[in-house]
């Protein structure tokens, strides 16, 4: 007997098609996975369980959950449903909460809203809860509030309010996907930890698919409103019927192929640079204060070599990032681009800039939406002593955007008329327009679905090969930095931990953090040693 | 990190460094004021005796006016004198200027806080009930009657209430105060008008900004988190989003209250009330340049002191404010 | 194109007409006193009654009406023309001293209401339509400064404003090239707010004798002159009253009607 049933479930809105035809359950005990690109309805199949549409939509089909048909029980109905019966888990850990209640008062309130009973004891049931979700009494008293925690505790927060009743059904939207690799994997312990200890079935949004093949027991791959295909994790990782499927599993694992390095010649040097930021006073007349988010950081990166930059989000790589970009000073050592150095006070020294460019994580945010292609791609052009102009300027537009695998005439265009991979297309386009010496990928690929992230790092390979690129690949997803660097930099806190040729440092770690890194990242199961054992039993 | 109970410190250095703006603020405010009476051309002692004044009487007025010492000692005189609550001597009156303003203040104060309380005690219902039914007809109605309230000018809709309801339906007088000897009720009925007619145009960029606010904060993903929970709409909008909307509404009341303030002196002239607004006025046609600039000051710095205030009632909302700044 | 646009500039341009059709025609001389024909009550001699005076309302209305335009128009061009340049420098200078300065110096000014800063201009030099100028320009710098200051900042964090700075565009540069076309949006529906906050602030300071002297007509005098006489000729505060609400109310709905159809995200300020 399932728990959660959701039978041919069609929904638009405005007359606008989300879901059509959606099947699937959700057992006590199990977890099911709904995965898929972004538009694929998981989502809005997750808030329709919630009965948390949007006023506008309208449905068809059934969901039943345990007896209640969803989409006919009114609102003060599901409101008694919510939080009792099913719980759920959002993304975002840093926007779930309320700023200005504690996250005693947060928890509680779950409780006082179902259950006739005093605050005090309330609170005792939510200081019960945040022991259970990891949050003991002595580092997290109720009386903290949200802006007190780091995105993995708010999460934990969230969790112990989903659960604080107990629900028989959890779900979770791409609960772990705003959070680092080490968090996640915690978080993800516990999902499966409450799930075994409560009975509780838990229906699970990610687009993570090797998240997907750790955590789940059936898994739901869902294309445009649509389910292509579902079945037993094990089953369909060994036999996937579906194209879609097996495209995206493949796109997941995307390997490519970049030509050898030349001999090494340094072009960036990186000595022992400290940048410090200073801090609020933390007593009245005290003294502020710095905070060092990059502690004595070395490296060379050579002429026509792919490196690359993991670490976790606040360990100084985003700061590194702009030092190097000569955007921000450095407290001290130096940061040389072909031995001079990057930053020059306030009035920037172009004959270095020209040298690097940048390519950055939000293919939505990287362009004035006011401008045009050609004008956004040749904006580099100002670094240059002698801009090329009139047909030359044209040539140099139309060849870059050739390179990227666009047309010429997408020139013309505004940006909004393009989709994100195409923009991040658009922006290797402008990096590559000056043909400087050194690119900085800053997360470039981070944002997108998995089926374009293997498109833009085939586009990668194909211009190191064409162009000799020489790049620096700031990442936190370990299986993309895997792929397209040659060598690679681990930073903690501030320091580079370890250093090494890629695939030395990804088979046979030495720093305890980066054992812990490459542990803690999911990993896709070999699927073709999957599907071989299936064949020979 | 190890901050349970709210941070005493941070608290203290929030309000210690508001405080210093603040300070800092009403010392370069007095001093372009000075500056500016300064300017003005004429020597408000020969102005008060006329063209055929005998030149040693005006240099014994200047004396006495304390008009003869240099301009920088004047300053520091005017601003020492002010924190003493010695505000001068009126050119015109010859009396104490503080006994003055204090008389008007009597009226000119408990005005503008009957209209801050009357508008604010309409604006935050009709925003969260607007804000609440949105884009259903209750909304829609609440925000036209706002469009409306926000276009007219307090005077002419003061005007209005005086022909209807003093001159018509004789309920109130028509103008003038009987001052708080007559009673607190007698006060308060013959500030009712002038209040009303302050308050309701006042109240309807509140409850716009109100409605706008609560909005933006029903679209947060910690309403959604709130219904998760199995709050229900109106629930999730009072706990979780009317104190989350104040945040911004106590930015407007702060700004608002300039207006108040200049509302209510042109309101003073539409009723005949004795307040701040009448002695300026008065002050102005007779060059009584100190009245003025006292009365000036210290618009300023209430203006001044309620951003003051709203700056801590911040910090009150937003436990963010508490612990880091 | 949204319903409260359309209203909104019916209502503008209706008032923006008649102004501009005073300077050629107007039904009577505004000045001309006809002491017989005084206290009129709206009628086909008179369309909207005589004065006490005798002088046409409606001519006076049409007169008025360029008075105030021009009075909100300039001290709105004052506040953009000054605020707007101190907002951008102040957001690409974000966190110097440059900036504190200039939010300081905002502070400040917000502290002198309109109605303050016109007590204080006609205390020292008199009274004119030219100090109510003044007063209102001066307020609004302000307004715009930091409005501008806040849409820019948000602007900077964006990727393309970092794209810019690699590029080794300077501050000055990616304001104009970056941050300005992205925030016309912005101040032009401010602008129009500002505009009727004008038009009620002028009204406010004539009608207390702060702007426009005699013999300039305008609605703000006009209101004042009506005060003693509302008893018995209701319609002489009535019909300048009216004339500045749907001036106020057209203007307000123009700027919220562009604000949703340039960009309803657009935070405009009500003060």
Redesign the interface.
């Known amino acids: 007997m399932s728990l959660l049933s959701i039978e041919n479930l069609s929904l638009s809105i405005h007359r606008f098609d989300i879901l059509a035809d959606v099947s699937l359950s959700v057992a006590p005990g199990e977890i099911v996975a709904v995965t898929g690109e972004s538009g694929s309805g998981k989502s809005m199949t997750a808030l329709a369980v919630?009965g948390?549409l949007p006023d506008s939509a309208s449905t068809r089909g059934r969901i039943d959950l345990d007896g209640t048909d969803i989409l006919k029980t009114p609102?003060?109905g599901m409101?008694?449903?919510?939080?009792?019966r099913v719980?759920?888990v959002?993304q975002?850990p840093m926007?779930?909460?309320?700023?200005?209640?504690t996250i005693g008062d947060q928890v509680a309130?779950?409780i006082l809203?179902?259950k006739a009973m005093t605050p005090a004891k309330a609170l005792d049931r939510a200081r019960e809860m945040l022991d259970r979700v990891g949050l003991p009494a002595d580092r997290f008293?109720l009386?903290?509030?949200p802006?007190?925690l780091s995105g993995g505790q708010r999460q934990r927060v969230?969790i112990a309010?989903?659960i604080a009743l107990r629900p028989k059904l959890l779900i979770a939207d791409e609960p772990t996907t705003a959070l680092d690799v080490t968090t996640q994997a915690q978080i993800l312990d516990l999902l499966k930890g409450l799930v075994a200890d409560y009975g509780m079935g838990l229906l699970m949004i990610t687009h993570d698919l090797a998240v997907v093949a750790d955590m789940a027991d059936r898994i739901v791959v869902m294309r445009n409103g649509e389910v292509v295909e579902q079945g037993p994790t094990a089953d369909l990782l060994v036999n996937m019927q579906h194209p879609y499927t097996r495209m995206l599993f493949a796109a997941s694992g995307h390997q490519v192929s970049l030509p050898p390095p030349p001999a090494p010649v340094p072009l960036l040097q990186v000595q022992n640079v400290h940048r410090d930021y200073r801090l609020?006073?933390?007593?009245?007349f005290g003294d502020p204060g710095y905070f060092r988010a990059v502690n004595d950081v070395s490296f060379t990166l050579n002429r026509g070599e792919r490196l690359g930059l993991v670490g976790e989000s606040g360990c100084g790589k985003s700061t590194l990032t702009r030092a190097i970009l000569g955007l921000e000073n450095i407290q001290h050592g130096q940061i040389l681009l072909d031995g001079q150095p990057v930053f020059t006070g306030h009035k920037p020294n172009l004959a270095v800039r020209r040298k690097m460019q940048v390519v950055f994580q939000d293919p939505f945010g990287s362009f004035n939406p006011r401008h045009r292609v050609d004008r956004l791609i040749t904006e580099p052009f100002h670094l240059l002593v002698s801009p090329p102009t009139g047909t030359a300027r044209q040539d140099a537009i139309a060849e870059a955007l050739t390179a990227v695998g666009l047309r010429p005439q997408d020139a013309q265009k505004y940006i909004h008329e393009f989709s994100g991979g195409q923009r991040q297309r658009i922006a290797i386009a402008r990096a590559l327009i000056t043909r400087p010496d050194l690119i900085l990928f800053d997360e470039a690929v981070s944002a997108l679905d998995v089926s374009v992230r293997a498109q833009i790092l085939d586009l990668m390979a194909e211009l190191c090969t064409a162009y000799d690129l020489t790049y620096l690949f700031i990442s936190h997803d370990l299986s993309v930095v895997r792929t397209v660097t040659d060598r690679v930099l681990v930073m903690q806190a501030g320091q580079i931990v370890e250093a090494g040729e890629t695939a030395d440092v990804f088979t046979n770690p030495q720093h305890p953090y980066t054992q812990t890194l490459i542990a803690a990242a999911p990993q896709l199961p070999d699927l073709e040693a999957l599907q071989r054992r299936q064949s020979h039993v | 990190?190890g901050?349970?109970?709210p941070n005493v410190?941070a608290m203290?250095?929030y309000s210690?460094k508001r405080l210093t703006?603040l300070l800092?603020?009403l010392a370069?405010?007095s001093l372009?004021?000075f500056l500016?009476?300064e300017?003005?051309?004429g020597d408000p002692a020969s102005f008060m005796l006329g063209i055929n004044a005998q030149p040693d009487t005006v240099a014994a007025l200047r004396t006495e006016l304390g008009l003869d010492v240099p301009k920088w000692q004047r300053y520091l005189d005017w601003v020492g004198g002010m924190l003493r609550g010695d505000f001068g001597t009126s050119y015109t009156y010859r009396t104490p200027v503080a006994g003055m303003i204090g008389d008007r203040l009597w009226v000119s104060l408990p005005l503008a806080l009957f209209a801050l309380t009357l508008s604010t005690a309409i604006a935050f219902p009709a925003g969260i009930y607007a804000a609440s039914r949105r884009g259903k007809p209750g909304d829609v109605a609440v925000m036209g009657a706002t469009?409306?309230g926000?276009?007219?000018?307090?005077?002419?809709f003061a005007?209005?209430l005086?022909?209807i309801f003093a001159?018509n339906l004789r309920w109130f007088n028509a103008g003038g105060f009987v001052g708080w000897d007559a009673g607190f009720w007698a006060g308060i009925r013959s500030l009712t008008l002038p209040a009303i007619s302050l308050a309701l145009p006042q109240a309807a960029?509140l409850a716009?900004?109100m409605r706008s606010s609560l909005l933006d904060i029903l679209g947060?993903?910690?309403m959604?988190?709130?219904?998760?929970?199995?709050?229900?709409?109106r629930?999730a909008l009072w706990?979780?989003g009317v104190?989350?909307a104040l945040i911004p509404v106590l930015t407007?009341i702060g700004?608002?209250f300039?207006?108040l303030?200049?509302?209510s002196?042109?309101i003073e002239?539409?009723f005949y009330l004795p307040g701040l607004?009448r002695l300026?006025?008065q002050?102005?046609s007779s060059?009584d340049?100190i009245v003025?600039e006292s009365v000036?000051m210290l618009?300023?710095f209430s203006?001044?002191l309620v951003?003051f205030l709203v700056d801590l009632a911040y910090a009150l909302?937003?436990?963010?404010l508490r612990?880091?700044? | 194109m949204n319903r409260s646009l359309i209203i909104g500039i019916a209502l503008s341009s209706l008032v923006v007409c008649a102004a501009l059709l005073s300077f050629v025609w107007t039904p009577y001389d505004h000045t001309v006193m006809d002491i017989p024909a005084k206290l009129q009550l709206p009628g086909p001699a008179h369309w909207f009654g005589t004065d006490h005076f005798g002088r046409d309302i409606f001519s006076m209305i049409m007169v008025g009406a360029r008075t105030s335009i021009a009075v909100a128009l300039v001290a709105v061009g004052i506040g953009m023309v000054l605020g707007v340049p101190l907002g951008l420098t102040a957001a690409a200078r974000k966190g110097s001293w440059l900036d504190e300065v200039i939010m300081?110096g905002n502070?400040?000014v917000?502290?002198?209401?309109?109605?303050?800063i016109a007590?204080?201009?006609?205390?020292?030099f008199g009274a004119g339509a030219v100090n109510a100028i003044i007063a209102i320009g001066i307020f609004n710098i302000p307004v715009f400064a930091r409005i501008s200051r806040s849409a820019a900042l948000s602007l900077w964090e964006r990727d393309f404003i970092l794209a810019a700075r690699v590029c080794g565009k300077s501050g000055a540069r990616i304001s104009l090239e970056h941050i300005l076309p992205n925030v016309t949006n912005l101040l032009i529906v401010q602008g129009t707010i500002q505009f009727?906050l004008g038009i009620?602030a002028e009204?406010?300071l004539s009608?207390?004798?702060l702007g426009a002297q005699p013999p300039t007509p305008s609605w703000g005098r006009m209101?004042a002159d009506?005060?003693t006489m509302?008893?018995f000729a209701?319609h002489l505060?009535l019909i300048?009253?009216i004339a500045?609400?749907?001036t106020?109310?057209g203007l307000?709905?123009m700027g919220?009607g562009l604000r949703d159809y340039l960009d309803p995200r657009l935070r405009i300020s009500?003060?």
């Open positions: 919630m948390l609102e003060p409101c008694a449903i919510r939080g009792q719980g759920m959002f975002e926007t779930a909460l309320n700023p200005v209640k309130e779950t809203v179902h008293p009386s903290r509030y802006h007190e969230v309010m989903a609020s006073r933390t007593r009245l | 990190m901050h349970h109970r410190t203290l250095r210690l703006s800092i603020s370069v405010a372009v004021i500016v009476i300017v003005a051309p469009q409306l926000v276009a007219v000018p307090n005077f002419w005007m209005m005086v022909l001159i960029i716009r900004v947060e993903d910690f959604r988190t709130a219904r998760a929970k199995g709050l229900s709409r629930q706990q979780h104190r989350n407007i700004l608002q300039s207006f303030l200049a509302g002196i042109i002239q539409v607004g300026v006025f002050s102005i060059r340049l003025v000036v618009l300023v203006v001044i951003n909302v937003d436990p963010r612990t880091r700044t | 300081r502070d400040l917000f502290a002198f209401p309109s109605l303050v007590i204080l201009i006609t205390a020292v009727s009620l009204a406010g009608y207390v004798g209101l009506a005060q509302v008893s209701p505060a300048p009253g500045i609400i749907l106020v109310l307000n709905l919220d009500r003060t």
